[in-house]
């Protein structure tokens, strides 16, 4: 069953009226400051108790907030170019304050200007630098370890390689060994039939111990032969020679 509407009047016990104040006040300073911090705006509240006791919360500073709302309020309107000239320049100031900070906190990086700082300051300055340099040691052994991969996959790549090419070496190498012993089995012989129905050979010698450098040379040999023509009519003996 959902809660009742409450309705907005003066609550009469004293008790009950503190704690609802000190509820709501909370309630109202935590929305103040989450207006300020989600949506960029400056922010000022004043509150004040029944008791006269203030409260007040200021995104920047309340004095400075207060001087704007006078400034913008009591003074005459100012045209559209001042006030963008004027929006201009303060984001130009927030901008310069960023950036001598973050130039400070570089130099302190670098070990400079270390002067200034007190203790708490100090340390957590070594802290900053440990979790760099934590860091950077861990990139540094990632990309070694990615560099070794790799390096492992290209040597992998690389056997396979020779791998194939030594097979593939054997290979000729066998065709070669299997060429070679059927060129020394080949009878390889050229026979001459005249009229005298004699024959002459050119057999065909290979000598290498090497299968790679085999280098056919044929080499002719050729005997002395005997004839004999006109045997009974003129007496005449001719003897025929090849060299």
């Not at 130099?107 to 300051?121: A, F, V």
């Not at 802290?127 to 492992?152: D, G, H, N, P, W």
């Not at 066998?174 to 057999?203: D, K, V």
């Not at 450098?213 to 007496?235: K, T």
Request: aromatic content about 8%.
């Amino acid at each position: 069953m959902g809660r009742g509407r409450v309705e907005l009047k003066r609550i009469e016990n004293k008790i009950n009226r503190q704690v609802t104040f000190s509820k709501r006040r909370n309630g109202l300073l935590k929305k103040a400051y989450e207006l300020s911090v989600l949506c960029d705006a400056e922010v000022a509240l004043i509150i004040f108790s029944s008791r006269g006791k203030l409260y007040e919360f200021g995104s920047t500073s309340t004095t400075k907030t207060l001087e704007r709302y006078q400034h913008c309020c009591f003074n005459p309107p100012e045209n559209s170019a001042d006030r963008e000239s004027q929006s201009w320049f303060q984001e130009v100031s927030k901008l310069k304050a960023k950036y001598d900070s973050l130039q400070r906190t570089q130099r302190h990086l670098l070990g400079e200007d270390l002067g200034p700082l007190s203790i708490k300051e100090l340390h957590n300055l070594e802290k900053q630098l440990e979790v760099a340099l934590s860091q950077a040691r861990q990139r540094k052994t990632q990309i070694l370890m990615e560099q070794m991969e790799e390096l492992r996959r290209k040597e992998r790549e690389l056997g396979d390689m020779n791998k194939q090419l030594k097979i593939k070496v054997s290979m000729e190498m066998s065709s070669i060994e299997a060429e070679g012993q059927s060129l020394r089995a080949f009878p390889c012989s050229w026979n001459i039939q005249g009229s005298t129905s004699e024959t002459i050979s050119f057999p065909l010698q290979i000598q290498s111990s090497n299968p790679m450098e085999i280098e056919p040379e044929p080499f002719l040999q050729i005997g002395y032969h005997r004839y004999n023509i006109g045997e009974g009519s003129n007496g005449y003996l001719i003897n025929s020679g090849f060299n």
